[in-house]
């Protein structure tokens, strides 16, 4: 029987999977031993990548509704209703959902579909994720996917602040095995310390954790800064020549002393000078935030003082410290040419909330269609009315529009909605590389994967330019096919290459990259190639005006104001955090049957003290309420909280009967993001804050 190495899809740590085939099913999935990156780490999910292709509720035919039930097509006739009924302009939204980043189909095709649509009105995932993370790059380095990853293999000190990779298994920070490797911090003398208002698995085996209250990590962040000057521990090292600013960031920090935060961080000030000595003591060191610092009130802001404790302690941009990757197709953060990074260049029209990164927020979504500006939806890969914030009031938007199509694999919470669904592949049914996450890896790798098995469907990035013909009037797919292998290569310098499709797209990236290999050369390589560990790019990676690291740019330090007043606001009593569970996938994974058993459970965690004040015992329901909205969930009781946090996992919620996942239907749980409010964003980026919701919780 053949085996297949192919790399897993499925979440940003790129692990090599060892798939073996008999007569068109897959009989075993085994993590792949010669891996030159994840050396045959997997996790539950990618050992069910099988019964994801064999799952019978995935789409398998075009759907369009007629009198509100979905009937199979065949594809002329979906794509015929796109044409007459797909919009072009600022009336047509889109939606790009996170599946697609780990897609090159979409990687490299939706941007095709949006030019030719032609509207400013782009939403992603990007803006209840990691939006404000590239906001803070932009303006610190210039370009917004210069994001500096922890140098984890040989970092002596690792500050991580609101993620939790042994379970979330790493983001912006592509590291197959993370736990693996923040053992081996630990054991070549080196320490972890976790800020987290949860005492999570990464928390339980750090060498430290401190249970900080939710939405205040740039409280924390300022203050280590604080420390660092008033005790004279900057030390900007070999990056001295190339930074702007530090001035101006003293002077910022003044008011942010250990005392001053303490209230309102809930951790003691001796602690905090505790861990800015540490981090200033360890021979290296890098300081890593993710969701919980990125999706919560001042996620722009703590994205950049995370930057601002790597450069001030001389750990940005060298082995041990900070790095930044330098992938070895689509580089998107190296090249010439590259013009500063900068945002706001339109702006949403009922709110006006900036643009960022070409999109707007989706927090604004449901105003722009109520308000009439938005008339048709494309999802591409994406859960909205699961993933982004007042829920419920997005689901009522999309049922006034004239027009949705969705590109999906199952008929969920959103794509119910639509009136022509279209089918994606499995993802053994595609080739794959990471052409996003390599550019964020703790290594430089490379790793090409055919599909593993043949399908019907067509694949996505044929859809996804059959739409495009269908809205400009054009059906020739390998016409367009050139027009996008064109596009490429005058952005990377290169000839056109031969073929079709994102082979060829990913060929000429290769070609014009830094490692002098081919699609060829990774092809003989069925367990990726290592280029090695990262390596100093300061000064070339920086794309700022100045050619400087800007350490104070406006854009962030405009947002001071509104963090200053938080040192004296009240404290709401009862705040929502979300959380990961290793055997779940954001919303979409939960009709995955071997994924449901164990410990995926939509509860509302709650510490012992809340529960008794509020008269709970475990397994009563309780009903969390937000000023957008209420639901009624199982609680278990823990002391892994902190008091005054109430947790609960997003991306549940399958219960309207007019979806087709059978088994998620047995397995409902609750939509948190009913309760996530979309007032509620980081300032600067428009980012929906998903962590530190203020709720009440009551017995039912
Ligand atoms: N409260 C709260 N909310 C959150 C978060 C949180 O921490 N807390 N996290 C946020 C984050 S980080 C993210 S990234 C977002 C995710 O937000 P979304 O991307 O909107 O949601 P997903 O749940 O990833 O839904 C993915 C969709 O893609 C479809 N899909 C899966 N595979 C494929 C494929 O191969 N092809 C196609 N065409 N479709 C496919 C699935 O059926 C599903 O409809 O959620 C965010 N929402
Ligand atoms: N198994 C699994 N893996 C996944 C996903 C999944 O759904 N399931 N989703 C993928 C996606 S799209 C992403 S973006 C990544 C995210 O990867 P991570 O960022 O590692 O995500 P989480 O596991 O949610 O960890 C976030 C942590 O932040 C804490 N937190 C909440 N609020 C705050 C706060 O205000 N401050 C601080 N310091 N901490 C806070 C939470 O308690 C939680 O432990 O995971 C990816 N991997
Ligand atoms: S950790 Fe991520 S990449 Fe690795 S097997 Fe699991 S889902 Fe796949
Ligand atoms: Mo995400």
Redesign the pocket.
Known sequence: MPTHHVTC?LCEATCGLSVTVDDGAVTSVRGDALDVFSRGYLCPKGASIGS?HGDPDRVRAPLVKRGGRFVEVAWDEAFAEIAARLPRGDAAAV?????????L??SLYARALIKALDTKNVY???S???APKQFAAGYLFGDPMSVPVPDLDRTDFLLLLGANPLVSNG?LMTSPDTRGRLRAIRARGGRVVVVDPMRSRTAESADQHLAIRPGTDALLLFALVHVLFAEDLVKLGALAPHVAGVDAVRALAVPFSPEAVAPATGLSAEAIRGLAADLAAAPTAAVYGR??T??QRFGSLASWLVDVLNVLTGNLDRPGGAMFPLAAAGQANAGRGRRPFRHGRWHSRVRGLPEVMGELP?ATLADEIEAGGVRALV??????C????NADRLAEALRGLDFMV?????V????RHADVI??????LE?PHYDIALYQFAVRNVANWSDAVLETPLPQ?WETLLRMTGAVVGMSDVDALDDVVAAQVASRFGVPVAEGRGPARLVDMMLRAGPYDVRLADLRAHPHGIDFGPLKPRVPEVLATESGRIELAPPALTADVPRLLAELTAPVPPMV?????QLRS?????HNIAPLMGGANRCTAQLNPTDAERLGLTPGDPCVVRSRTGKVTVPIEITDAIRPGVVS????WGHTHPDTHTTVAAEHPGVN??I??DELLIDAPSGT?V??G?PVEVTRA
């Open positions: 899809p994801l939606y790009l959902g996170n599946p697609g980043v780990h897609n189909s979409t992603s995932a990007s209840v994720d990691q983001s969701i919980g990125t999706a989706a999802t591409l890969s994406g859960n909205p699961v993933s982004t914030p969705s590109l999906d694999i199952y969920n919470e959103t794509t279209l089918p994606g592949t499995s993802p595609r996505e929502l955090i979300g959380r990961r996938n954001n919303s979409w994974m609960i996992p997003h991306g948190s993001n309760l996530a929906a998903l962590n919701i």
